[in-house]
Structure formats: C-alpha cells, structure tokens
C-alpha cells in the first residue's frame, strides 16, 4: 500500500535550528519539537527554544486549504508595489503587523518587517 502524499511545513521565526551531526545535551533536548531518522542512520532534529515556530503535517487537501489561506507570494514575478500598496490599504493596522501576518503577504513574517523597521530608523 503506498504512503499517503504529505508535506511538512515549518516557519521557523528566525528562532529555530536544525541538527543532525551530534548528539544533543540534556538542556538541547527539550526545546526538540521535532526528531527524525535519516535514511544513512543520523537523526535530524528541530529545535524551538522559544516556541515560536509551527510545524504542520498536511495531506493535500490541507496543503490546498493552508495555501489557499495565505496572501501572494511578494518573490512572485506578478506581485507588484501597486499590489503591496492594495494590500497595505485594505487594513487598518500598522504596516509591520500587516506584513507579518501570513493572511496579507505569504512568507514575510518577521525577517521582513525587522528589516523595514531598521531601515525606517536609519533614514
């Protein structure tokens, strides 16, 4: 009987680390949210220390529920400025807490809006 198609999806939030080359310690273990045997034998491991990440198995019917409750891709050839600026009018909120929620702009979360946030104190 063949396995069912499923897709692991991990945001990390920046907080994350994989391992699979030694052993952890006592104190590593228990931020493992994940541990997995590789084909050779290792174990890769994902650890959250603060619980800020999500790891989500899904089938293809979750994968297309998942995706489809996302906003556009901002790496997509198609997405324009005048796209994030559609995006940007539609809410009311600050522009960083739009830009880290998955529902307006897939992917961005936190490395982007950080960045901007930086760059607006600088200029």
């Known amino acids: ?3 069912p ?12 680390t994989f391992e699979h080359e030694r052993p952890l310690t006592k104190d590593e273990r228990r931020y493992a949210v ?4 590789l084909d050779d034998g290792r174990r890769l491991v994902y650890r959250d220390v603060r619980r800020l990440g999500t790891l989500l198995l899904l089938d293809d ?3 297309r529920a ?3 409750a ?3 891709e901002p790496l997509d050839p ?4 005048d796209r994030l600026l559609a995006i940007l009018r539609r ?4 522009v960083k807490k739009v830009l880290m929620d998955q529902r307006h702009l897939a992917g961005v979360e936190r490395l982007g809006p950080d960045l901007l946030e930086s760059y607006e104190r600088d200029v």
């Open 1 to 3: 009987m063949p396995l």
């Open 91 to 94: 809410s009311r909120q600050a």
């Open 61 to 63: 019917r979750g994968w």
């Open 34 to 37: 994940l541990s997995a045997r």
């Open 78 to 81: 198609g997405f324009t400025p």
């Open 5 to 16: 198609s499923v897709t692991l999806l991990l945001t990390a939030a920046r907080i994350g």
């Open 70 to 72: 996302i906003g556009p």
């Open 66 to 68: 998942y995706d489809t």
